[in-house]
């Protein structure tokens, strides 16, 4: 969202609010909690998790520095719907529900980027619903792979590196797939030389490869 903004605007809405640091596997947002205030983070990698009533826990999306999280809850004043965790540490703003919105309402242009930094979000979750639908759980696995590792990932010598603490049972969450599956996909795309799975953290040491695998290298 502040990429949208101009520099005198993004710096004022910075300059708002409390800053605060967290560590790895910190919970930031609890669901069910009341909404008091939105979260921006300015370093770092957040994951956003919902917690169902079958117990299984889904990750919906990974967040970064510059997007907004918690405002969904602060506009329609209820509770908290899922749960934000940090992946790695994070410095972030917190910015309390009053001065969040008297701060919308001085300057429309945040207004605007709010409504695209959501449009975007929803356009996400309708690409993904899509491909559930429509494309092969291996596409979907790399796919979704490819996505993380060109936001988050680490570009080194030794290939992309994605440290985010994830479980695979994560990741298959976010994908739509089963878990087994998931291992599966990553198992062939490990003998094809595209990746490799270490404790905690992928690597891939093909990103055009995963990119032919997953049907993205035109896109790209």
Not at 137 to 143: D, H, S
């Given at each position: 969202?502040?990429?949208?903004?101009?520099?005198?605007?993004?710096?004022?809405?910075?300059?708002?609010?409390?800053?605060?640091?967290?560590?790895?596997?910190?919970?930031?947002?609890?669901?069910?909690?009341?909404?008091?205030?939105?979260?921006?983070?300015?370093?770092?990698?957040?994951?956003?998790?919902?917690?169902?009533?079958?117990?299984?826990?889904?990750?919906?999306?990974?967040?970064?520095?510059?997007?907004?999280?918690?405002?969904?809850?602060?506009?329609?004043?209820?509770?908290?719907?899922?749960?934000?965790?940090?992946?790695?540490?994070?410095?972030?703003?917190?910015?309390?529900?009053?001065?969040?919105?008297?701060?919308?309402?001085?300057?429309?242009?945040?207004?605007?980027?709010?409504?695209?930094?959501?449009?975007?979000?929803l356009h996400w979750a309708?690409?993904?619903?899509?491909?559930?639908?429509?494309?092969?759980?291996?596409?979907?696995?790399?796919?979704?792979?490819?996505?993380?590792?060109?936001?988050?990932?680490?570009?080194?010598?030794?290939?992309?590196?994605?440290?985010?603490s994830l479980t695979q049972?994560?990741?298959?969450?976010?994908?739509?797939?089963?878990?087994?599956?998931?291992?599966?996909?990553?198992?062939?795309?490990?003998?094809?030389?595209?990746?490799?799975?270490?404790?905690?953290?992928?690597?891939?040491?093909?990103?055009?490869?995963?990119?032919r695998f997953s049907k993205?290298?035109?896109?790209?």
């Amino acid at each position: 969202m502040l990429g949208l903004l101009g520099a005198r605007t993004a710096n004022a809405l910075l300059d708002l609010g409390t800053p605060v640091a967290y560590g790895p596997r910190q919970t930031v947002i609890r669901q069910g909690e009341p909404s008091h205030h939105v979260v921006i983070p300015l370093t770092g990698a957040l994951k956003v998790v919902v917690d169902t009533e079958f117990g299984r826990p889904v990750l919906l999306a990974l967040r970064g520095p510059g997007d907004i999280l918690g405002e969904m809850s602060v506009f329609e004043e209820r509770r908290r719907s899922a749960n934000v965790q940090t992946c790695t540490p994070v410095q972030a703003k917190l910015v309390g529900k009053a001065q969040f919105n008297e701060f919308l309402d001085r300057h429309p242009d945040v207004w605007r980027a709010v409504a695209s930094s959501l449009s975007t979000r929803l356009h996400w979750a309708n690409s993904r619903r899509a491909e559930i639908l429509s494309c092969p759980a291996p596409i979907r696995v790399g796919r979704v792979l490819a996505e993380i590792v060109r936001r988050h990932g680490r570009h080194t010598a030794h290939g992309w590196i994605l440290d985010l603490s994830l479980t695979q049972a994560e990741i298959a969450s976010l994908t739509g797939v089963a878990l087994s599956t998931f291992e599966k996909t990553t198992q062939r795309l490990h003998r094809l030389g595209v990746l490799r799975s270490e404790y905690r953290r992928i690597v891939v040491d093909d990103l055009g490869a995963l990119l032919r695998f997953s049907k993205l290298a035109e896109q790209s």
